[in-house]
Antibody, heavy 121, light 107 residues
């Protein structure tokens, strides 16, 4: 059974940094691209970025690429999201997703349960 | 960025009813369109990929169609477990973008 379990969220002050983790199980982690997606309190979904299966390439939403960094440790089957200089608008639930690549493109085919990040002083 | 406009934002409906949710892209996306369902507990799962292809395990009452800029998700006969949020998402060009969501509510 595929499982994605996020952690590392919580209350953080504006301007601070935070690192989220996502431990994967039930599939060969190093075979898959992985992504982060966030959902605001108003239910808006926003793709943050993704990372190639070997970690050699990352792709980000332009509005976030200067502050957010995605990395992975295939030996630990773990995906990371480093967030820096956080702002109130970063308050959201953050989802780790597996990017299933098929002949007709890409689907976020498995999602974690999400981890909440609240940015407030 | 490609903007995805989803309508309606909420939809009251009854068990057994046929419903359609629409999704319009700000430019053509060549059928590179996925649909997702989010349950009230936050669980998200994919329903349809490449406009009209059902993910494994998704009931056949779900179907997708469309082309160019206009796409839709249809549920032929609502079951209790279908009352949830639905999102479209384009993957024609990065950044991948989502519609604003449609909340399907029991009338």
């Amino acid at each position: 059974e595929v499982q994605l379990v996020e952690s590392g969220g919580g209350l953080v002050q504006p301007g601070a940094s935070l690192k989220l983790s996502c431990v994967a199980s039930g599939f060969t982690f190093s075979d898959y691209w992985m992504s982060w997606v966030r959902q605001t309190p108003g239910k808006t979904m926003e793709w943050i970025g993704d990372i190639k299966y070997d970690g050699s390439y990352t792709n980000y939403a332009p509005s976030l690429k200067n502050r957010f960094t995605i990395s992975r440790d295939n030996a630990k089957s773990t995906l990371y999201l480093q967030m820096s200089n956080v702002r109130s608008e970063d308050t959201a639930t953050y989802y780790c997703t597996r990017a299933g690549i098929h002949t007709m493109g890409i689907t976020f085919d498995y999602w974690g349960q999400g981890v909440m990040v609240t940015v407030s002083s | 960025d490609i903007q995805m406009t989803q309508t309606p934002s909420s939809m009251p409906a009854s068990l057994g009813e046929r419903v359609t949710i629409s999704c319009r892209a700000s430019q053509g996306i060549s059928n590179y369109l996925n649909w997702y369902q989010q349950k009230p507990d936050g669980t998200i799962k994919p329903l349809i990929y490449y406009t009209s292809n059902l993910q494994s395990g998704v009931p056949s009452r779900f179907s997708g169609s469309g082309s160019g800029t206009d796409y839709s998700l249809t549920i032929s006969s609502l079951e209790p477990e279908d009352f949830a949020m639905y999102y479209c998402q384009q993957y024609d060009s990065s950044p991948w973008t989502f519609g604003g969501g449609t909340k399907l509510e029991l009338k």
